[in-house]
Protein backbone atom coordinates (compact mmCIF):
# COMPACT_ATOMS: atom_id res chain seq x y z
CA UNK A 1 0.00 0.00 0.00
CA UNK A 2 1.71 3.54 -1.10
CA UNK A 3 2.18 5.93 1.72
CA UNK A 4 0.14 9.08 2.01
CA UNK A 5 3.18 10.91 1.06
CA UNK A 6 3.82 8.59 -2.10
CA UNK A 7 0.61 10.02 -3.79
CA UNK A 8 1.95 13.78 -2.89
CA UNK A 9 -0.76 14.70 -0.09
CA UNK A 10 -0.28 15.27 3.38
CA UNK A 11 -0.88 13.67 6.48
CA UNK A 12 -4.09 14.05 7.95
CA UNK A 13 -3.24 16.68 10.82
CA UNK A 14 -3.48 15.49 14.74
CA UNK A 15 -6.50 16.88 16.74
CA UNK A 16 -5.12 18.70 19.55
CA UNK A 17 -6.10 16.71 22.69
CA UNK A 18 -9.17 18.31 24.31
CA UNK A 19 -8.73 20.45 27.35
CA UNK A 20 -9.21 19.01 30.69
CA UNK A 21 -12.75 19.94 31.86
CA UNK A 22 -13.88 19.95 35.66
CA UNK A 23 -17.04 17.21 36.46
CA UNK A 24 -18.87 20.23 38.03
CA UNK A 25 -18.68 21.68 34.82
CA UNK A 26 -19.54 18.74 32.76
CA UNK A 27 -22.78 17.83 35.04
CA UNK A 28 -23.65 21.90 35.06
CA UNK A 29 -23.57 21.61 31.20
CA UNK A 30 -25.71 18.40 31.24
CA UNK A 31 -28.16 20.03 33.87
CA UNK A 32 -28.62 23.48 31.68
CA UNK A 33 -29.50 21.03 28.74
CA UNK A 34 -32.29 19.16 30.22
CA UNK A 35 -33.82 22.11 31.56
CA UNK A 36 -33.57 24.07 28.47
CA UNK A 37 -35.24 20.89 26.58
CA UNK A 38 -37.43 20.51 29.65
CA UNK A 39 -38.52 24.06 29.25
CA UNK A 40 -39.05 23.77 25.54
CA UNK A 41 -41.59 21.06 25.99
CA UNK A 42 -43.56 22.47 28.38
CA UNK A 43 -43.92 25.72 26.08
CA UNK A 44 -45.38 23.38 23.74
CA UNK A 45 -47.95 22.47 25.71
CA UNK A 46 -49.27 26.02 26.88
CA UNK A 47 -49.51 26.49 22.61
CA UNK A 48 -51.58 23.43 21.62
CA UNK A 49 -54.46 25.19 20.01
CA UNK A 50 -57.44 24.61 17.47
CA UNK A 51 -54.44 24.20 14.74
CA UNK A 52 -53.45 20.99 16.27
CA UNK A 53 -57.27 19.79 16.26
CA UNK A 54 -57.49 20.93 12.34
CA UNK A 55 -53.72 18.95 11.57
CA UNK A 56 -55.26 15.93 13.29
CA UNK A 57 -58.56 15.96 11.65
CA UNK A 58 -56.98 16.42 8.30
CA UNK A 59 -54.82 13.72 8.97
CA UNK A 60 -57.89 11.38 10.09
CA UNK A 61 -59.58 11.79 6.90
CA UNK A 62 -56.57 11.05 4.82
CA UNK A 63 -57.44 8.47 2.58
CA UNK A 64 -53.88 7.96 1.95
CA UNK A 65 -50.30 8.28 3.59
CA UNK A 66 -49.14 10.69 5.74
CA UNK A 67 -45.87 11.47 3.69
CA UNK A 68 -43.79 12.78 6.16
CA UNK A 69 -40.51 15.01 4.69
CA UNK A 70 -37.69 17.20 6.12
CA UNK A 71 -33.96 17.98 5.73
CA UNK A 72 -30.90 17.25 7.80
CA UNK A 73 -31.49 17.14 11.51
CA UNK A 74 -35.34 17.65 10.67
CA UNK A 75 -35.28 14.98 8.07
CA UNK A 76 -34.06 12.29 10.99
CA UNK A 77 -36.86 13.69 12.64
CA UNK A 78 -39.04 13.24 10.59
CA UNK A 79 -38.28 9.43 10.13
CA UNK A 80 -38.86 8.72 13.23
CA UNK A 81 -42.17 10.56 13.20
CA UNK A 82 -43.15 8.51 9.99
CA UNK A 83 -41.74 5.18 11.92
CA UNK A 84 -43.97 6.12 14.91
CA UNK A 85 -46.85 7.24 12.97
CA UNK A 86 -46.55 3.79 10.77
CA UNK A 87 -46.53 1.42 14.24
CA UNK A 88 -49.51 2.89 15.47
CA UNK A 89 -52.52 2.49 12.81
CA UNK A 90 -51.41 5.61 10.94
CA UNK A 91 -49.85 4.47 7.69
CA UNK A 92 -46.93 7.22 6.80
CA UNK A 93 -43.51 6.56 4.96
CA UNK A 94 -40.45 9.30 4.61
CA UNK A 95 -39.56 11.44 1.53
CA UNK A 96 -36.05 13.31 1.55
CA UNK A 97 -37.01 16.15 -0.27
CA UNK A 98 -33.49 16.67 -2.02
CA UNK A 99 -34.47 12.96 -3.71
CA UNK A 100 -37.78 14.67 -4.41
CA UNK A 101 -36.38 16.61 -6.48
CA UNK A 102 -35.32 13.97 -8.63
CA UNK A 103 -37.99 11.12 -9.15
CA UNK A 104 -39.39 10.02 -5.62
CA UNK A 105 -42.09 12.71 -5.22
CA UNK A 106 -43.65 9.83 -7.39
CA UNK A 107 -44.55 8.54 -4.35
CA UNK A 108 -46.68 11.00 -3.68
CA UNK A 109 -50.63 10.88 -4.85
CA UNK A 110 -53.80 13.00 -4.54
CA UNK A 111 -54.74 11.02 -1.18
CA UNK A 112 -52.05 11.60 0.55
CA UNK A 113 -51.15 14.49 3.40
CA UNK A 114 -47.55 15.93 3.27
CA UNK A 115 -46.43 16.35 7.11
CA UNK A 116 -43.44 19.05 6.18
CA UNK A 117 -40.42 19.89 8.98
CA UNK A 118 -38.22 22.47 8.96
CA UNK A 119 -37.29 24.31 12.18
CA UNK A 120 -36.73 28.14 9.79
CA UNK A 121 -39.08 26.55 7.73
CA UNK A 122 -36.72 28.04 4.96
CA UNK A 123 -34.84 25.02 3.97
CA UNK A 124 -34.59 25.27 0.05
CA UNK A 125 -34.90 21.43 -0.68
CA UNK A 126 -38.80 21.60 0.66
CA UNK A 127 -39.88 24.83 -0.90
CA UNK A 128 -38.47 23.26 -4.16
CA UNK A 129 -41.10 20.58 -3.94
CA UNK A 130 -43.86 22.35 -2.97
CA UNK A 131 -45.39 23.83 -5.87
CA UNK A 132 -45.44 20.10 -7.19
CA UNK A 133 -47.71 19.20 -4.03
CA UNK A 134 -49.83 22.42 -4.53
CA UNK A 135 -50.22 21.19 -8.23
CA UNK A 136 -51.22 17.72 -6.96
CA UNK A 137 -53.83 19.65 -4.60
CA UNK A 138 -51.44 17.80 -1.50
CA UNK A 139 -53.12 18.72 1.64
CA UNK A 140 -49.94 20.18 3.85
CA UNK A 141 -49.33 20.62 7.21
CA UNK A 142 -45.78 22.55 8.50
CA UNK A 143 -44.06 22.42 11.59
CA UNK A 144 -41.59 24.87 11.97
CA UNK A 145 -39.98 27.25 14.61
CA UNK A 146 -41.65 30.30 12.56
CA UNK A 147 -44.75 31.01 12.27
CA UNK A 148 -44.07 33.87 9.64
CA UNK A 149 -41.87 31.87 7.62
CA UNK A 150 -42.43 30.52 3.74
CA UNK A 151 -43.35 26.94 4.65
CA UNK A 152 -45.60 28.26 7.21
CA UNK A 153 -47.39 30.25 5.06
CA UNK A 154 -48.13 28.08 2.06
CA UNK A 155 -49.24 25.20 4.60
CA UNK A 156 -52.85 24.48 5.28
CA UNK A 157 -52.14 24.05 9.19
CA UNK A 158 -48.82 25.07 10.69
CA UNK A 159 -48.24 23.70 14.08
CA UNK A 160 -45.87 26.26 16.48
CA UNK A 161 -42.43 24.31 17.16
CA UNK A 162 -40.66 27.55 18.19
CA UNK A 163 -38.30 27.23 21.33
CA UNK A 164 -36.90 29.93 23.29
CA UNK A 165 -33.28 28.58 22.55
CA UNK A 166 -31.20 26.39 21.32
CA UNK A 167 -29.53 23.94 24.51
CA UNK A 168 -26.38 23.82 22.30
CA UNK A 169 -23.84 27.03 24.68
CA UNK A 170 -23.59 28.60 20.79
CA UNK A 171 -27.46 28.32 20.43
CA UNK A 172 -26.22 27.22 16.77
CA UNK A 173 -26.92 23.10 16.69
CA UNK A 174 -30.49 21.83 16.83
CA UNK A 175 -31.16 20.58 20.29
CA UNK A 176 -34.22 21.86 21.96
CA UNK A 177 -35.78 22.52 18.55
CA UNK A 178 -35.44 18.90 17.42
CA UNK A 179 -36.62 17.84 20.64
CA UNK A 180 -39.74 19.97 20.56
CA UNK A 181 -40.60 18.92 17.08
CA UNK A 182 -40.08 15.18 17.85
CA UNK A 183 -42.49 15.60 20.88
CA UNK A 184 -45.12 17.09 18.47
CA UNK A 185 -44.68 14.25 16.29
CA UNK A 186 -45.32 12.32 19.39
CA UNK A 187 -48.27 13.85 20.61
CA UNK A 188 -49.81 13.67 16.65
CA UNK A 189 -49.74 9.82 16.84
CA UNK A 190 -50.60 9.41 20.08
CA UNK A 191 -53.75 11.64 19.73
CA UNK A 192 -54.47 9.82 16.17
CA UNK A 193 -53.82 6.45 18.08
CA UNK A 194 -56.79 6.99 20.48
CA UNK A 195 -59.22 8.46 17.39
CA UNK A 196 -59.08 5.43 15.66
CA UNK A 197 -59.14 3.17 18.43
CA UNK A 198 -55.75 1.66 18.18
CA UNK A 199 -55.68 -1.90 20.46
CA UNK A 200 -52.93 -3.28 21.66
CA UNK A 201 -53.93 -6.01 18.96
CA UNK A 202 -53.56 -4.10 16.37
CA UNK A 203 -50.32 -2.63 17.48
CA UNK A 204 -49.11 -6.59 17.62
CA UNK A 205 -50.02 -6.85 13.76
CA UNK A 206 -47.16 -4.80 12.83
CA UNK A 207 -44.77 -5.85 15.59
CA UNK A 208 -44.60 -9.43 15.12
CA UNK A 209 -40.79 -9.66 15.62
CA UNK A 210 -38.83 -9.88 18.56
CA UNK A 211 -39.66 -9.78 22.34
CA UNK A 212 -42.75 -7.03 21.76
CA UNK A 213 -44.12 -9.05 19.19
CA UNK A 214 -43.86 -12.55 21.14
CA UNK A 215 -45.53 -10.09 24.26
CA UNK A 216 -48.38 -9.24 22.02
CA UNK A 217 -49.23 -12.08 19.76
CA UNK A 218 -48.35 -15.21 21.77
CA UNK A 219 -51.59 -16.95 24.16
CA UNK A 220 -51.64 -19.29 26.45
CA UNK A 221 -52.62 -22.11 24.03
CA UNK A 222 -49.36 -21.67 22.10
CA UNK A 223 -46.98 -22.42 25.02
CA UNK A 224 -48.78 -24.09 27.55
CA UNK A 225 -48.05 -27.86 28.64
CA UNK A 226 -50.62 -31.05 27.31
CA UNK A 227 -51.28 -34.65 27.67
CA UNK A 228 -49.27 -36.92 28.64
CA UNK A 229 -46.76 -33.49 29.92
CA UNK A 230 -49.17 -33.00 33.08
CA UNK A 231 -48.98 -34.18 36.18
CA UNK A 232 -52.16 -35.67 37.69
CA UNK A 233 -52.84 -37.85 40.02
CA UNK A 234 -56.10 -39.16 41.99
CA UNK A 235 -57.81 -38.15 45.28
CA UNK A 236 -56.84 -41.25 46.86
CA UNK A 237 -53.10 -41.51 45.55
CA UNK A 238 -50.61 -41.14 49.19
CA UNK A 239 -48.24 -38.40 49.41
CA UNK A 240 -45.47 -40.43 48.29
CA UNK A 241 -46.79 -41.40 45.32
CA UNK A 242 -47.59 -37.89 44.43
CA UNK A 243 -44.02 -36.66 44.82
CA UNK A 244 -42.71 -39.25 42.42
CA UNK A 245 -45.70 -37.83 39.53
CA UNK A 246 -44.19 -34.22 40.76
CA UNK A 247 -40.82 -35.17 39.97
CA UNK A 248 -41.11 -37.15 37.02
CA UNK A 249 -43.39 -33.94 35.13
CA UNK A 250 -40.27 -31.67 36.55
CA UNK A 251 -43.36 -28.84 37.40
CA UNK A 252 -42.67 -28.83 41.06
CA UNK A 253 -47.03 -29.62 41.51
CA UNK A 254 -49.37 -31.75 40.55
CA UNK A 255 -53.37 -31.36 39.83
CA UNK A 256 -55.55 -33.61 41.58
CA UNK A 257 -58.50 -34.89 39.04
CA UNK A 258 -61.22 -37.72 39.23
CA UNK A 259 -62.21 -40.21 36.69
CA UNK A 260 -63.26 -37.63 34.36
CA UNK A 261 -59.72 -35.62 34.53
CA UNK A 262 -62.08 -32.58 36.15
CA UNK A 263 -59.44 -30.75 38.35
CA UNK A 264 -60.53 -30.97 42.15
CA UNK A 265 -56.92 -29.17 43.29
CA UNK A 266 -53.52 -28.83 43.11
CA UNK A 267 -50.44 -29.76 45.38
CA UNK A 268 -47.27 -27.44 44.76
CA UNK A 269 -44.22 -27.28 46.22
CA UNK A 270 -44.47 -25.37 48.73
CA UNK A 271 -47.71 -27.42 50.04
CA UNK A 272 -45.42 -30.00 50.71
CA UNK A 273 -43.64 -27.92 53.01
CA UNK A 274 -46.06 -26.68 55.10
CA UNK A 275 -47.38 -30.05 54.72
CA UNK A 276 -44.29 -31.48 56.68
CA UNK A 277 -44.70 -28.81 59.30
CA UNK A 278 -47.55 -30.93 60.77
CA UNK A 279 -45.13 -33.40 63.17
CA UNK A 280 -46.47 -36.16 61.84
CA UNK A 281 -46.48 -39.30 59.33
CA UNK A 282 -47.91 -37.91 56.50
CA UNK A 283 -46.56 -40.01 53.25
CA UNK A 284 -49.66 -42.33 53.10
CA UNK A 285 -51.89 -39.38 53.41
CA UNK A 286 -54.49 -39.02 50.45
CA UNK A 287 -53.98 -36.21 48.05
CA UNK A 288 -58.01 -35.28 49.16
CA UNK A 289 -56.32 -34.36 52.61
CA UNK A 290 -53.59 -32.42 51.18
CA UNK A 291 -54.40 -30.66 47.66
CA UNK A 292 -55.73 -26.86 47.67
CA UNK A 293 -58.99 -27.31 46.12
CA UNK A 294 -59.03 -23.72 43.79
CA UNK A 295 -56.11 -23.56 42.17
CA UNK A 296 -55.63 -20.52 39.45
CA UNK A 297 -56.55 -20.79 36.27
CA UNK A 298 -56.63 -18.72 32.77
CA UNK A 299 -58.20 -19.18 29.54
CA UNK A 300 -56.34 -20.83 27.09
CA UNK A 301 -57.19 -17.61 24.54
CA UNK A 302 -55.77 -15.33 26.90
CA UNK A 303 -52.76 -13.48 26.04
CA UNK A 304 -49.29 -15.38 27.11
CA UNK A 305 -48.34 -11.70 28.64
CA UNK A 306 -51.77 -11.84 30.26
CA UNK A 307 -50.74 -15.20 32.25
CA UNK A 308 -47.29 -13.64 33.11
CA UNK A 309 -49.30 -10.87 35.06
CA UNK A 310 -51.36 -12.75 36.68
CA UNK A 311 -48.65 -14.89 37.85
CA UNK A 312 -46.23 -11.96 39.38
CA UNK A 313 -49.71 -10.77 41.07
CA UNK A 314 -50.52 -13.75 42.98
CA UNK A 315 -46.51 -14.71 43.11
CA UNK A 316 -47.32 -18.26 41.28
CA UNK A 317 -45.11 -20.23 38.95
CA UNK A 318 -47.68 -21.88 36.87
CA UNK A 319 -51.72 -21.64 36.05
CA UNK A 320 -53.89 -24.35 35.21
CA UNK A 321 -56.01 -24.62 31.65
CA UNK A 322 -59.30 -25.74 32.17
CA UNK A 323 -61.93 -27.21 30.27
CA UNK A 324 -65.95 -25.65 30.54
CA UNK A 325 -66.53 -28.91 32.45
CA UNK A 326 -63.33 -27.78 34.54
CA UNK A 327 -61.66 -30.54 32.58
CA UNK A 328 -57.89 -29.94 32.86
CA UNK A 329 -56.37 -28.95 29.35
CA UNK A 330 -53.16 -27.83 29.87
CA UNK A 331 -50.32 -26.25 32.35
CA UNK A 332 -48.62 -22.75 31.92
CA UNK A 333 -45.54 -22.72 34.21
CA UNK A 334 -43.43 -19.66 34.48
CA UNK A 335 -40.31 -21.71 32.39
CA UNK A 336 -42.94 -22.17 29.84
CA UNK A 337 -43.18 -17.98 29.52
CA UNK A 338 -39.37 -17.80 29.57
CA UNK A 339 -38.46 -19.71 26.80
CA UNK A 340 -41.20 -18.16 24.93
CA UNK A 341 -38.76 -15.09 25.80
CA UNK A 342 -42.39 -13.30 27.38
CA UNK A 343 -40.50 -13.21 30.40
Known amino acids: MRKTEDLGLSP ?31 ALVERLDESFVAACQRLLDCRGRIVVTGMGKSGIIGKKIAATLASTGSPALFLHPAE ?23 TAELLAILPVVKRLGVPLIAMTGRPQSTLARLAEVHLDCRVEREACPLNLAPTASTTATLAMGDALAMALLRARGFTADDFALSHPGGALGRRLLLRVQDLMRRGADLPRVCPQT ?6 LEMSGKGLGMTTVVDEADRVLGIFTDGDLRRALTRGQEI ?10 PRPRHIAATALAAEALAQMEAERINALLILGDDGQLEGILAMHDLLRAGIV
Open 100 to 122: GSHGDLGMLTRDDVLLALSYSGE
Open 12 to 42: PARRPAAPAVAAAELLATAAETLRLETAALA
Open 238 to 243: PLREAI
Open 283 to 292: WDLPMAELCH
